[in-house]
């Protein structure tokens, strides 16, 4: 890859989507069969290029002898691991369900297809906000009745109803056709506004300083996984809140200083949950990346907190590293806090393009550099320790909403709720299969070097062992220019591959 500053923003960019329709569908995603790695000899690539490959397999290809002379050399060393897998997947917002259930009915089921079965990116994360976001129609809480302290009239039918836009029955949906078992964790934006100290959920308010308060915030969770049990949905996590240093205050949030997160999880959040949900797994943060190490070590340092904390929620937004191919402090951070707290798993809790006001908001319908960012995002965290990757809203309309505080963004997949039958794959979309298809929970991240020359700096790389014994690559060339580039399987030769200008590439084959 040139050392070429990559644009910061897709200031212009071509329409690369893939548009679907019930009487034109997209091409499934071809899922890997027997007959593509016949035995040892063989490898399997698929390719998403720019230049037209979406998700494109080529099966039962021989390793080479000899090298094809390319810059790019990758090797790997499968016996040296790293971290466990849990996942990818995507939010499963209000704004995804009301846009899903606009369409016509084969579109709905197409899209959920796309994301949720083998002729899809075979999901295997979602994320749930418990109550509304400002990805909903507007603000709403399971506990509107003020100083309800032993929370009696604590429900959540506003989840069953068109004011969330079905959200519980949206989430049923995706469990029942789900073809992977789903680790599901939910987050709250913020609690019932008489729990805070400004009767509002906007403006970065702070939880009412009393206990009284602290203990029915705690007790609202329980109630939350409770009531969705009830419902038939179980729970793998839960972050403790959405991006507690705050947002820009047009949008619900509930403030908290790593001082107070810490205090509320040692005294009033970890001791409920580990009574009712035991096996629930408490994340911590769930906030841009900037704020590690010191949020690890306010909370994690303090032995009483970190006994109830399973592991750290991270988001991309207040990071350059995703637009400046030189910056990569953000993620040798994350590998930081890997070193220090062992115990302690990373996970990626949301991300999405368009956020930045005025001069990048909303969607960009088919803009290749947000799927790039995506693929750096998630290769660059997968190799600082991330056990995964969610995506946020998994479906949006083309105004990147709905959202009732203006907050648009871009999706992966983009419908068009006036043309219902009408939706489009973005290349991000492609992008996250890339990971999500092939790199199954139970996988371990293994050891891989990239080199390129003077001249050309590497290739991004990294690679997994799966469970059922396949070792799974994926290259990423952010490049304009095409590489030749090769990698060296001891034992066995060399993957010699030809790849166009911005691309990305897995590569299979048994270990
Ligand atoms: C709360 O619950 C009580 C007792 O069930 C009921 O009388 C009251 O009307 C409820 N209040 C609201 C605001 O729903
Ligand atoms: C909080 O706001 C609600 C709705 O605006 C209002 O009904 C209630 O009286 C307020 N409570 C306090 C303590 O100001």
């Known amino acids: 890859m040139l050392l070429l500053p990559l644009l910061p923003l897709s200031l212009a960019w071509t329409d690369d989507s893939v548009k679907c329709t019930s009487s034109e569908p997209c091409a499934p995603i071809a899922s890997l069969t027997p007959s593509d790695l016949p035995d040892r000899s063989t490898y399997t690539v698929y390719t998403t290029s720019?230049?037209?490959?979406?998700?494109?397999?080529?099966?039962?290809?021989?390793?080479?002898?000899?090298?094809?002379?390319?810059?790019?050399?990758?090797?790997?060393?499968?016996?040296?691991?790293?971290?466990e897998v849990l996942g990818f997947g995507g939010a499963l917002t209000d704004a995804a369900s009301i846009t899903v259930a606009k369409m016509t009915d084969d579109v709905q089921e197409m899209i959920l297809r796309d994301y949720y079965t083998g002729d899809g990116l075979e999901y295997t994360v979602g994320r749930v906000p418990i109550a509304s976001t400002d990805f909903s129609t507007g603000v709403y809480s399971y506990d509107?009745?003020?100083?309800?302290?032993?929370?009696?009239n604590f429900s959540i039918d506003v989840d069953k109803s068109e004011v969330s836009g079905n959200k519980l029955g949206f989430v049923q949906r995706v469990l029942k056709m789900t073809t992977s078992p789903l680790s599901l964790f939910a987050s709250p934006w913020a609690p019932p506004a008489w729990m805070t100290q400004t009767n509002s959920t906007t403006g970065n308010p702070s939880l009412r300083d009393e206990e009284e308060v602290r203990s029915a915030w705690a007790l609202y969770f329980s109630k939350f996984f409770a009531a969705y049990r009830e419902e038939g949905v179980?729970?793998?996590?839960?972050?403790?809140?959405?991006?507690?240093?705050?947002?820009?205050?047009?949008?619900?949030?509930?403030?908290?200083?790593?001082?107070?997160?810490?205090?509320?999880?040692?005294?009033?959040l970890g001791p409920q949950l580990r009574a009712d949900e035991p096996d629930l797994k408490i994340m911590m943060l769930d906030d841009q990346r900037t704020h590690l190490p010191s949020w690890a070590d306010t909370i994690l340092g303090d032995e009483e907190a970190a006994q109830y904390v399973d592991g750290i929620g991270l988001h991309w937004y207040a990071e350059v590293a995703d637009y400046f191919a030189w910056?990569?402090?953000?993620?040798?951070k994350?590998?930081?806090v890997n070193d220090k707290y062992p115990g302690k798993f990373m996970l990626a809790t949301e991300a999405c393009n368009g956020?930045?006001?005025?001069?990048?908001?909303?969607?960009?319908?088919?803009?290749?550099?947000?799927?790039?960012?995506?693929?750096?995002?998630?290769?660059?965290?997968?190799?600082?320790?991330?056990?995964?990757?969610?995506?946020?809203?998994?479906?949006?309309?083309?105004?990147?909403?709905?959202?009732?505080?203006?907050?648009?963004?871009?999706?992966?997949?983009?419908?068009?709720?006036?043309?219902?039958?009408?939706?489009?794959?973005?290349?991000?979309?492609?992008?996250?299969?890339?990971?999500?298809?092939f790199v199954r929970p139970g996988s371990k991240r293994i050891q891989v070097?990239?080199?390129?020359?003077?001249?050309?700096?590497?290739?991004?790389?990294?690679?997994?062992?799966?469970?059922?014994?396949?070792?799974?690559?994926?290259?990423?060339?952010?490049?304009?220019?095409?590489h030749k580039y090769n990698v060296e399987v001891e034992g066995r030769g060399f993957v010699n591959v030809d790849v166009d200008g911005h691309s990305i590439q897995t590569i299979i084959f048994d270990q």
Not at 327 to 332: D, I, R, S, Y
């Open 334 to 336: 994350m590998s930081k």
């Open 449 to 482: 070097t990239s080199t390129g020359n003077l001249i050309s700096a590497a290739m991004e790389a990294t690679g997994f062992v799966t469970p059922d014994g396949k070792v799974v690559l994926v290259v990423l060339n952010r490049d304009f220019a095409g």
């Open 327 to 332: 910056a990569t402090q953000p993620f040798a």
């Open 355 to 437: 956020f930045i006001p005025v001069i990048d908001q909303g969607p960009k319908l088919g803009d290749w550099n947000r799927a790039e960012r995506y693929g750096f995002d998630i290769l660059s965290d997968l190799n600082a320790f991330a056990v995964g990757w969610t995506d946020w809203n998994i479906a949006l309309d083309l105004s990147g909403g709905p959202n009732w505080a203006k907050n648009v963004v871009d999706a992966p997949i983009l419908a068009d709720t006036d043309a219902t039958d009408t939706y489009y794959r973005n290349p991000m979309y492609y992008y996250l299969g890339h990971f999500s298809k």
């Open 234 to 268: 179980e729970f793998w996590g839960v972050t403790v809140q959405n991006e507690p240093a705050g947002n820009t205050g047009a949008w619900q949030d509930l403030k908290m200083s790593d001082a107070e997160q810490r205090d509320f999880i040692k005294n009033n």
């Open 50 to 83: 720019q230049s037209g490959a979406r998700l494109e397999k080529v099966g039962a290809i021989p390793f080479e002898a000899s090298d094809n002379g390319g810059w790019q050399k990758i090797t790997l060393d499968a016996s040296t691991t790293y971290q």
């Open 144 to 152: 509107e009745t003020p100083e309800d302290f032993t929370l009696e």
